[in-house]
T-cell receptor, first 112, second 116 residues
Framework: ELKVEQNPLFLSMQEGKNYTIYCNYS?????LYWYRQDPGKSLESLFVLLSNGAVKQEGRLMASLDTKARLSTLHITAAVHDLSATYFC????????????FGQGTRLTINP | GAVVSQHPSRVICKSGTSVKIECRSL??????MFWYRQFPKQSLMLMATSNEGSKATYEQGVEKDKFLINHASLTLSTLTVTSAHPEDSSFYIC????????????FGEGSWLTVV
């Protein structure tokens, strides 16, 4: 059974600080996605990571993928309040039965 | 604008009745759609993967007879919650893969189901 585990699950930080969210997964996959979810809303796609060593950056967010370690990270630089949300990673399995499986989510609160 | 549309966005139904949620890809063909359930402050739990023209593949623990999934065309999948109970109240989200095995996946806006 595919397991996708994020940590931390809750993160409260001050504006201006840096932090990293980790996503570990249990099966071979070259496709790892990061999403943002605001309360009561659906998902917003942030990053699509498709190969070992992939790194993508958008504003204060940067995501990376290490397929050998089965680990992805989402790094937040100089956090601002607007980044407060829940962040999910998801692993896309296309070998055999297709699945798109999510981690537990990391609820990020950024305080002024 | 949205490329995957879910309808209804909110629905209230009585216990024991059935309710249907539609998921449409608006400008592309979706050979594969995924259905999720999300309880408050929890993650998205994959319920089933549906492929156009074939039976859905349900995840372990999801009752096939209770959550009927139909993917009759390349642009429409439906989830029917049968004999709904209050514990079925949740946020249901669909997603659609654009084309076969691509990494382009779009999510619907979600449907809030409240069973009273």
């Amino acid at each position: 059974e595919l397991k996708v585990e994020q940590n931390p699950l809750f993160l409260s930080m001050q504006e201006g600080k840096n932090y990293t969210i980790y996503c570990n997964y249990s099966t071979t996959s070259d496709r790892l996605y990061w999403y943002r979810q605001d309360p009561g809303k659906s998902l917003e796609s942030l990053f699509v990571l498709l190969s070992n060593g992939a790194v993508k950056q958008e504003g204060r967010l940067m995501a990376s993928l290490d397929t050998k370690a089965r680990l992805s990270t989402l790094h937040i630089t100089a956090a601002v309040h607007d980044l407060s949300a829940t962040y999910f990673c998801a692993v896309d399995v296309i070998q055999g039965a297709q699945k798109l499986v999510f981690g537990q989510g990391t609820r990020l609160t950024i305080n002024p | 604008g949205a490329v995957v549309s879910q309808h209804p966005s909110r629905v209230i139904c009585k216990s024991g009745t059935s309710v249907k949620i539609e998921c449409r890809s608006l400008d592309f063909q979706a050979t594969t759609m995924f259905w999720y359930r999300q309880f408050p402050k929890q993650s998205l739990m994959l319920m089933a993967t549906s492929n156009e023209g074939s039976k859905a593949t349900y995840e372990q623990g999801v009752e096939k007879d209770k959550f009927l999934i139909n993917h009759a065309s390349l642009t429409l999948s439906t989830l029917t919650v049968t004999s709904a109970h209050p514990e079925d109240s949740s946020f249901y989200i669909c997603s659609a893969r654009k084309g076969a095995l691509t990494n382009t996946i779009y999510f619907g806006e979600g449907s809030w189901l409240t069973v009273v």
